[in-house]
């Protein structure tokens, strides 16, 4: 469902409401039915938007690009550059009031907000949290069906090297029905830095790929099959 009030104004709100329930993915693999979703609701808020001058600004430039006169031109991407000091004035904001993900394992909760700022250094801050209930389960599902040399099968290899350094970097917490749930805060700061529970993400992320090829190259290799003469 999609409502709008006040485009005529100087600023105006959106709201975005949606789902979708009992779809399938079949181009998957079946090993990742587990964590597949089958059901998609979301609800987005975009408050202040100031409407008519980002219309203006962008049917100037599209004009001014086809424009002879050099000095136009200039005024219509200057207007264009500017927008984000026209957000920031608005009190421009996208607030996700909440977007879930239904998997038969995992139920994957999505809240935040985003607000123009014209002095940071993405033109934007944000924080946002997402969390994760069942992954813990899921992975002990996964451990057990480790064959008796305690390595996994192939269904389940890709999904444990993928899921374990996520499992890892979230901050464990008990939802409200009692499951364990891990809990990422996602944060965007006024001079740029990119952060994942209070860490730097350009270290997790190396962490996160540290992990993987560590699995990687710990993975059990085929013996070497003889050749008959």
């Known amino acids: 469902m999609f409502s709008a009030t006040g485009i005529n104004n100087e600023t105006a709100d959106i709201t975005l409401n949606g789902g979708v329930k009992g779809f399938a993915i079949s181009a998957l693999p079946e090993k990742y039915a587990d964590i597949t979703p089958q059901s998609v609701s979301s609800s987005v808020v975009v408050n202040n938007l100031p409407l008519q001058s980002i219309i203006s600004s962008l049917a ?5 690009g086809s424009s002879q006169n050099p000095e136009q031109t200039q005024k219509d991407v200057a207007g ?3 927008l984000p000091d026209t ?3 608005a009190k421009t904001a996208i607030n996700v009031k909440e977007s879930t993900f239904k998997s038969p394992a995992l139920e994957t909760r999505f809240t935040g907000a985003a607000k123009a700022d014209s002095l940071a250094v993405y033109k934007a801050t944000a924080g946002f949290d997402l969390v994760f209930t069942g992954l813990d389960a899921l992975m002990q599902k996964y451990a057990g069906e480790m064959d008796t040399n305690g390595t ?16 890892m970097m979230g ?19 006024q001079d740029g830095k990119m952060l994942i529970n209070g860490a730097d ?3 997790l992320k190396s962490m996160f790929e540290s992990s993987l090829a560590l699995q990687s190259k710990t993975e059990p290799q085929n013996p070497p099959q003889e050749k008959k003469l």
């Open 152 to 167: 996994a099968t192939n269904s389940s290899r890709d999904l444990i090297m993928f899921l374990t350094p996520l499992q």
């Open 80 to 82: 264009l550059v500017s």
């Open 87 to 89: 957000l920031t004035a």
């Open 201 to 203: 993400m350009a270290m």
């Open 60 to 64: 100037q430039a599209a004009l001014g």
């Open 171 to 189: 901050q464990q917490e008990t939802a409200p029905n009692g499951a364990t749930s891990r809990k990422y805060h996602f944060e965007l700061t």
